[in-house]
């Protein structure tokens, strides 16, 4: 006699289906036994999707402007003087500044002006490029290799196109010091490396960025001086302090005035922004979880749901020989595939409607931008979102079904009739 249990014979000879089975039977019928749960999830991991994927993103900007020396919330403007109490920002001073505990780099505020030589007519200010202010589209490599006559420019000057001078010489000219307030016009060769939208005006219109190398010997040439007495002597008209972290900021600007010095926070002249990102990422937590928790509720209540309308079926099954795990595993299958489906249609859904909320709705400073590490954030919040709400919703389901099963199948056919 066969040692075969009676509902393995059954399952095997094709009377009942097993668990493949079953999911092709609930794939050929749409998943109308589980359509709300696959609803539910599917709506909701969009939502979670959506708002985390714009909120987690914009915490790592936020973080970049906050920490480092190419951060833009903590940085320090010190302008200098001579005729004044404010002292020469000269390369003596400027040491000094480096010196202070938590200040990463000094960046002077010197300008100078250079024109077109050739074609249409075209002038231009060079400013000392600021790594914490960087135009938008312009990276931290192309920034890095601003050295010596390297620039990056805008795009359009006085209606004069540079666009076709990138990645080649241009043709400037500058201006020579021949006497006391006199000077005449003479040529130079400036790489133009990239140039940006002509729309932003953070250095003010029409801004070059150089090095400081090239605005101090432009600065030289235009008062007949050597490059050092312009560093040494003359010193800078101010500089921008950059601290290494946002909280050292006020332990700064103490140690700065007791220097002798009138800093003030650049911070401060946009208002509560600063305050507003610094308990950002707590915010987002809290937001955060409490979709997930709204996401899974909704979901148990709606596995509960679906569940309870099947328990005809259930009772069914268990007459016809399948045990209660095997009956709790069909529904764990079914609900958590479903679950599954609807999780990741959701989530593929959201992360296009994520990044185009977190274009519209995070400030233009914070420069988001699709990078290998926002895609893999990207990823692992829409897989960590179908994880959860599958593993949320099969638990749900096994222990749903275990209540139910635990009934005399021929009582719940009555109670469902």
């Given amino acids: 006699m066969s040692s075969e249990r009676p509902d393995a014979r059954r399952v095997a000879a094709g009377r009942f289906p097993g668990v493949t089975g079953w999911l092709r039977l609930s794939l050929r019928r749409g998943f ?57 920002l000269t390369t003596a001073r400027r040491t000094e500044i480096s010196a202070v505990d938590g200040v990463d780099a000094v960046t002077s505020l010197a300008t100078a002006s250079i024109s077109a030589t050739e074609g249409e ?10 790594p914490s202010l960087l135009p938008p589209g312009i990276d931290d490599e192309t920034a890095a290799r ?51 939208d002509p729309g932003w005006t953070g250095y003010g219109p029409n801004a070059i960025l150089g090095s400081e190398e090239f605005v101090v ?37 103490a140690q700065l005035r007791s220097m002798g010095f009138a800093p003030f926070k650049d911070s401060d002249q946009i208002g509560d922004l600063p ?37 005809r079926e259930f009772a069914l099954l268990r007459m016809r020989g399948y045990r209660v795990r095997d009956v709790r595993a069909l529904m764990v299958a079914d609900i958590g595939f479903g679950a599954a489906v609807g999780a990741l249609v959701g989530a593929v859904a959201g992360l296009p409607l994520g990044w185009l909320l977190a274009l519209r709705l995070t400030p ?29 919703a ?22 469902e009739n």
């Fill in 32 to 88: 109308a036994s589980s359509r709300a749960v696959l609803a539910t999830t599917l709506v909701g991991s969009l939502i979670l999707t959506a708002l985390v994927l714009p909120a987690a993103t914009a915490v790592a900007a936020v973080r970049a402007q906050t920490e480092g020396s190419a951060a833009s919330l903590n940085t320090i403007s010190i302008y200098g003087d001579g005729a004044a109490e404010q002292p020469r």
């Fill in 275 to 311: 305050g507003l990102l610094a308990i950002f990422p707590s915010l987002i937590v809290v937001v955060s979880v409490g979709l997930g928790l709204m996401l899974c509720f909704h979901a148990v209540s709606a596995v509960r749901n679906a569940t309870a309308r099947r328990t």
């Fill in 121 to 130: 007519p075209w002038l231009g200010q060079v400013h000392v490029l600021r």
């Fill in 364 to 392: 233009e400073e914070l420069h988001l931008s699709w990078t290998s590490g926002t895609l893999v954030l990207a990823a692992a919040i829409g897989a960590g979102t179908v994880v959860v709400v599958t593993v949320v």
């Fill in 146 to 196: 601003v050295t010596a006559r390297a620039v990056i420019a805008p795009r359009v000057i006085e209606g004069v196109d540079l666009s076709r001078y990138v990645g080649t010489s241009m043709p400037v000219e500058y201006t020579l010091g021949t006497a006391e307030n006199t000077g005449t016009g003479a040529e130079t060769q400036v790489t133009l490396l990239a140039v940006y």
């Fill in 217 to 253: 010997w432009l600065q030289a040439q235009r008062y007949r001086k050597s490059v050092a007495e312009m560093q040494d002597v003359e010193g800078a008209p101010g500089v921008v302090v950059h601290v290494s972290s946002a909280k050292q900021v006020d332990t700064v600007m």
């Fill in 394 to 415: 099969a638990v749900t389901a096994a222990i749903t079904t275990a209540r139910l099963l635990r009934t005399d199948p021929f009582l719940l056919i009555t109670r």
